[in-house]
């Protein structure tokens, strides 16, 4: 039986590390690259998966033009505290953000830091 893809979505690593952290409570023991994962995840300072979902949420509803879930994702990844670091983060996309929007952008980033 192959497996069916039900959802393709970008996730967070708070969101992975919460995934794996049930997987291998499930299965009692995880792969070997999923668990090199979960050892690297659990030694980075990551936002609770609760505290990542409210990010989630208070970025989209900024509606800023073509911020995708990707953006906001590493947005959530990086925290970044200051319009440098989120332009930083973003430059290796195709994307452009107005000078309102990234500090808009950072004023919510920073009340999660």
Known sequence: MKPEILEERPMNMAEVYAEL???KKR????SFRANKTYDYLGQLDLLSPKD???LYKELDALKVPRLKPLHM???ID????TVDELKIILQGYTLT??????????????KFI
């Open 21 to 23: 952290k049930h997987v």
């Open 73 to 75: 994702a590493k947005i």
């Open 78 to 81: 990086l925290l970044p505290k």
């Open 52 to 54: 990542a979902q409210k």
């Open 27 to 30: 299965d009692e023991e995880l």
């Open 97 to 110: 953000i107005n000078k309102d929007n990234s500090k808009r952008i950072i004023d919510t980033v920073v």
